[in-house]
């Protein structure tokens, strides 16, 4: 993720939940990541990110607002 983010402090990485698609992790920063682990679960997260905002004000809980997008690279390949 260093390679993909260097803004990001990884060095205090820890891992919150493991899923089929996804692996969430928060930095020592305290800002939580969503790494898609296929390719399939990264299009979801692009579709979640375009279609939740519009969802938002309809919604009875907070919605995540993401604050930054890594797309494909060696680093992070989803």
């Known amino acids: 993720m260093r390679a993909a983010r260097p803004s990001v402090d990884v060095t205090e990485l820890r891992i919150i939940d493991v899923g ?8 020592g920063d305290g800002i939580i990541v969503r790494i898609a ?3 399939a679960a990264a299009r979801g997260h692009a579709i979640e990110a ?3 905002p519009a969802l938002a004000p309809q919604l009875p809980c907070a919605v995540p607002v ?3 997008y890594c797309g494909p690279c060696a680093a992070l390949p989803f």
């Open 50 to 52: 375009e279609v939740l």
């Open 37 to 39: 682990r296929t390719a």
């Open 66 to 68: 993401p604050s930054w």
């Open 20 to 27: 089929f698609g996804s692996t969430v992790a928060e930095t």
